[in-house]
């Protein structure tokens, strides 16, 4: 069965790491017959939330209107939600928190999402796993808390460059990921 899946990217340098990473996933999610459409949060306007618990009341997700209002729509649409990131300080950039912290919209909105699954595909220059154990910590309580099953999680240490990703396995395992998801 075709899924809608949204991919949300978080670095603002085009074309960079974790932006391959995501277009690899994405190659695989389409051979498979998946509508994928990709949003990148670091070319957009999001405001961090402001806990005004006026979402949906002006008839559009946040009140104060910016980006995340052509978002919201797109992950109420998704049936699944992909993370595809650099680590920044051992979690998402503020481009893509952003973008998450304002999810709290459809809970205060009463606004029941379709999305069933989730995966965070994320590279950093950290040298081994460890340093991703905050971001794979926060994506898995986020997933709990928004009912989301987890379908998977890569991870690509000791990137740094803009190309470097293309030097590992990373670009290849993640277009297996997109293949793989039923």
């Known amino acids: 069965?075709?899924?809608?899946?949204?991919?949300?990217?978080?670095?603002?340098?085009?074309?960079?790491?974790?932006d391959q990473l995501a277009d690899a996933f994405i190659a695989g999610a389409q051979k498979a017959g998946h509508t994928v459409v990709k949003f990148a949060t670091a070319n957009k306007k999001i405001k961090g939330c402001v806990d005004c618990m006026s979402c949906y009341s002006k008839g559009v997700a946040c009140s104060f209107n910016d980006d995340f209002n052509e978002l919201a729509p797109m992950v109420e649409e998704a049936d699944m939600i992909v993370f595809a990131t650099p680590l920044y300080w051992f979690t998402f950039p503020m481009q893509l928190k952003a973008a998450i912290d304002k999810f709290f919209a459809f809970l205060i909105g009463k606004r029941e999402l379709k999305?069933?699954?989730?995966?965070?595909?994320?590279c950093s220059g950290a040298p081994n796993e460890d340093g991703f154990d905050a971001i794979k910590a926060t994506y898995k309580q986020i997933a709990n808390h928004m009912n989301w099953g987890d379908s998977g999680i890569i991870t690509v240490p000791g990137i740094n460059a803009k190309s470097d990703i293309q030097n590992t396995d990373a670009l290849k395992r993640a277009e297996e990921f997109g293949l793989s998801i039923q």
């Open 1 to 18: 069965m075709s899924k809608n899946i949204l991919v949300l990217t978080g670095s603002p340098r085009k074309g960079g790491n974790s």
């Open 115 to 122: 999305i069933q699954s989730s995966a965070l595909l994320v």
